[in-house]
Nanobody, 117 residues
Framework: QVQLVESGGGLVQSGGTLRLSCAAS????????MGWFRQAPGKQRELVAI???????SYADSVKGRFTISRDNALNTVYLQMNSLKPEDTAVYYC???????????WGQGTQVTVSS
């Protein structure tokens, strides 16, 4: 079993910054990667950023140049640094861990990010 604990969400003004953290614990096994997804009201959950076990990163076009994903392997923690936040970034942000095993994916409980205009 794997547990994911997210933190760092909140309310911020447009142009502000937030840093999300997601700490993984438990029987992770062989890690494939970790990532952040978000879901706004009435919309589908979408990919924000991912980082593979080898450190390769990928971002949604809407956040490129503003968000940075990083990982502390020793702490099994992934971070999402969010700069120049916009009202359209408002959503519940979810951490996802992917591994070799069953089940292959775990999700965090979600953390609310609200950007006011």
């Amino acid at each position: 079993q794997v547990q994911l604990v997210e933190s760092g969400g909140g309310l911020v003004q447009s142009g502000g910054t937030l840093r999300l953290s997601c700490a993984a614990s438990g029987s992770i096994g062989r890690l494939v990667g970790m990532g952040w997804f978000r879901q706004a009201p009435g919309k589908q959950r979408e990919l924000v950023a991912i980082i593979t076990n080898s450190g390769i990163t990928s971002y949604a076009d809407s956040v490129k140049g503003r968000f940075t994903i990083s990982r502390d392997n020793a702490l099994n923690t992934v971070y999402l640094q969010m700069n120049s936040l916009k009202p359209e970034d408002t959503a519940v942000y979810y951490c996802k861990l992917s591994r070799l095993g069953s089940p292959p994916d775990y999700w965090g409980q979600g953390t609310q990010v609200t950007v006011s205009s």
